[in-house]
């Protein structure tokens, strides 16, 4: 592969020793620590097309990479090809029709400070540093996802390079059944180089971040479930979690650090909104808290999680979340590694997210509730005791579970549980669409949907 190897390619090309190339390989989950034997740094569609038949022809693993914030770290292959598309985050908006293109290397952070110049937004992930594409093309949960529904609910049309380094567009009148499998089925049938998005006017957003001493866990946790079962609006959104207190200066001192209950609230509307809907919480006098009417991109931002830590998560989707779930839920936060890092939560689903559910090939839409544990520290010693504690959290509240889960939640948990984000009838049919689009399983590294 000495020289330039692959034709027609006109981006930068990254081998081992070259400068920039450690760079280029490290994700985001620091356990994931892998040694491309190149990496494609693309610059248009036709740099991807190049770089899939390259590596079709030499029979390269392909990865392919967004922003590489995957936990199961599949942005990145040992001796195979990586496609990278971080070059390729160009954001083209159109107000006046309500939709934005975006590159297959675009970040929330890049979109959503792009949209909110016009007062609009679509929902994103609860990061801003997590990619566009891959966040969307697998469903997409976040801040606003009870108002808007998920982002791949918005989804207009996709500009997909295939197995055979072919260009298609998938949308509602050209390749609908790809359309329909890339609301969920992720990267399995080709590297989306384009998305286009439907926009929503958001006029105000709040934040609120409230926190409490972790013995009063059992009492905010089922004040904020009844909250959400006794109808809350749709505009408001967020989650009930266990973890460290930050050191802020909204949050006491003597709480600062210490294992803590918190709710974090999002609004689509105003503070005095946000106050009215949220207080049966309220009404617990949280320690600390923090209360804001912000743009939303800086709420997209504010719970930013940096690189370089250890990673791994999983999830549960509850039918429902009784007194005795709450309560072993709360038992298991006691044995939570690195508790400045890592967190157990539950998001409150329903509303928009519920609307869509026999659309798309996503059928845990219906559950009210998603348990959620991320494990992250930094030493490696502690990924035994990390990765058992993230299962363990889960398995608690399986009893409970519609057996369903939604699939970015989670790292690599085997082929029966990639079946258990669709469900068998979706799976089938999706594995359909893989034969035709990728018969060879090209694209393999995700969460795998094999070919018929």
Same mark, same amino acid.
């Given at each position: ?84 598309? #971080? ?40 990061? &801003? ?7 969307? $093309? ?11 529904? $998920? ?87 967020? &989650? ?34 946000? #106050? ?37 998560? &999983?999830?549960?989707?509850?039918? &429902? ?132």
């Amino acid at each position: 592969m000495a020289g330039r190897p692959v034709e027609g390619f006109g981006g930068v090309l990254l081998r081992p020793g070259d400068s920039g190339y450690d760079g280029a390989r490290a994700v985001f989950n620091a356990m994931i620590d892998k040694r491309p034997a190149l990496i494609a740094q693309c610059e248009s569609a036709a740099d991807v097309a190049a770089a899939v038949r390259f590596g079709v022809r030499q029979g390269l693993e392909i990865a392919v990479r967004g922003a590489g914030h995957s936990v199961a770290g599949t942005g990145v292959t040992d001796g195979g090809l990586v496609i990278d598309l #971080r070059k390729m985050r160009n954001v083209q908006l159109d107000p006046d029709a309500r939709i934005a293109r975006v590159g297959g290397g675009a970040t929330w952070a890049d979109l959503d400070r792009a949209a909110w110049s016009y007062s609009m937004a679509t929902t994103g992930g609860r990061v &801003s540093s997590t990619g566009v594409a891959g966040l969307t $093309l697998g469903g997409g949960s976040g801040w606003l996802e009870r108002k808007f529904g $998920l982002a791949c609910d918005s989804l207009v049309s996709v500009e997909l390079i295939t197995a055979d380094g072919e260009l298609v567009i998938a949308d509602e009148t050209k390749n609908r059944e790809l359309f329909w499998a890339l609301h969920g089925g992720g990267g399995n049938f080709g590297v989306a180089t384009a998305l286009t998005l439907r926009l929503h006017p958001l006029p105000g957003m709040t934040l609120a971040r409230l926190f409490w001493p972790a013995d009063a866990g059992p009492t905010v946790m089922r004040a904020y479930r009844d909250l959400f079962e006794q109808g809350a609006p749709d505009e408001l959104g967020g &989650s009930v979690f266990y973890a460290a207190a930050p050191r802020r200066d909204f949050v006491p001192p003597a709480l600062q650090g210490k294992a803590a209950v918190g709710v974090t609230a999002t609004f689509t509307g105003s503070g005095a909104e946000l #106050r009215t809907a949220l207080a049966p919480v309220l009404e617990l006098a949280p320690d600390g808290m923090m209360l804001a009417e912000l743009p939303y991109a800086e709420v997209q931002s504010a719970l930013d999680d940096p690189p370089g830590f250890r990673n791994y998560w &999983s999830a549960e989707h509850l039918a &429902s979340w009784p007194d005795e779930a709450v309560d072993l839920f709360g038992a298991r936060a006691a044995d939570m590694p690195s508790p400045m890092t890592s967190q157990q939560l539950v998001c409150p689903w329903g509303g928009a997210v519920a609307r869509y559910a026999d659309k798309w090939p996503l059928p845990h839409r219906s559950a009210p509730w998603v348990v959620q544990s991320y494990g992250v520290w930094s030493d490696p010693a502690d990924d035994a005791d990390g990765i058992a504690w993230a299962k363990n959290v889960c398995a608690d509240l399986a009893p409970y579970s519609t057996g369903a889960v939604y699939l970015n939640f989670i790292g690599d948990e085997g082929h029966d549980r990639v079946v258990a984000g669709f469900g068998k009838d979706n799976y089938d049919r999706l594995a359909r669409v893989k034969t035709e689009f990728d018969p060879d399983n090209v694209f393999r590294l995700n969460q795998n949907i094999r070919p018929g």
